[in-house]
């Protein structure tokens, strides 16, 4: 498990644009954390790092947007429809399992059905410090060269 601390928006985007540079394909990233962390801020960066040029935004009313990169990219919020059933039924399970990138706001809400080999990521305020961010990445290495921004 990999634990950094951001300090801003800016270095959330930043550590998810190394997260994207990563990624080639079949991957699924699992996005948990309260209102306001900085969920879409990161894959906002992920999507950078895939190369992505559209703009990215959360797909909270369309629940699942696509974008075109270097691989296909789907962003998925389970923000406003949390049953796993309904899910299941607009045929979630082609895209977990697909050669895309599956970016998944609130995807603690389909725990049962993820795949076991997901990249999760937990982000955390810092009420004592506006701005700052705590963030758990698991599934992922990232080395302390691509984590330099952060000491900047």
Same mark, same amino acid.
């Given at each position: 498990?990999?634990?950094?601390?951001?300090?801003?928006?800016?270095?959330?985007?930043?550590?998810?644009?190394?997260?994207?540079?990563?990624?080639?394909?079949?991957?699924?990233?699992?996005?948990?954390?309260?209102?306001?962390?900085?969920?879409?801020?990161?894959?906002?960066?992920?999507?950078?790092? &895939? !190369?992505? +040029?559209?703009?990215?935004? $959360?797909?909270?009313?369309? /629940? @699942?947007?696509?974008?075109?990169?270097?691989?296909?990219?789907?962003?998925?919020?389970?923000?406003?429809?949390?049953?796993?059933?309904?899910?299941?039924? &607009? !045929?979630? +399970?082609?895209?977990?399992? $697909?050669?895309?990138?599956? /970016? @998944?706001?609130?995807?603690?809400?389909?725990?049962?059905?993820?795949?076991?080999?997901?990249?999760?990521?937990?982000?955390?305020?810092?009420?004592?410090?506006? !701005?700052?961010?705590?963030?758990?990445?698991?599934?992922?290495?990232?080395?302390?060269?691509?984590?330099?921004?952060?000491?900047?």
């Amino acid at each position: 498990m990999v634990e950094v601390v951001s300090k801003s928006a800016e270095d959330t985007r930043k550590l998810g644009k190394a997260i994207g540079e990563k990624l080639h394909g079949g991957e699924v990233v699992v996005l948990i954390g309260e209102l306001g962390t900085g969920k879409t801020t990161m894959i906002k960066g992920i999507c950078e790092g &895939l !190369g992505v +040029s559209d703009p990215v935004e $959360s797909p909270t009313f369309t /629940l @699942i947007n696509e974008y075109r990169g270097k691989v296909p990219v789907y962003h998925v919020d389970c923000y406003r429809e949390e049953r796993l059933e309904e899910w299941i039924e &607009l !045929g979630i +399970s082609e895209y977990l399992y $697909s050669d895309s990138v599956v /970016l @998944i706001e609130w995807g603690e809400r389909l725990e049962e059905i993820l795949p076991d080999d997901k990249i999760t990521i937990h982000l955390f305020h810092d009420f004592d410090q506006e !701005g700052v961010r705590y963030i758990q990445i698991d599934g992922i290495e990232l080395s302390k060269n691509e984590l330099r921004f952060l000491e900047e």
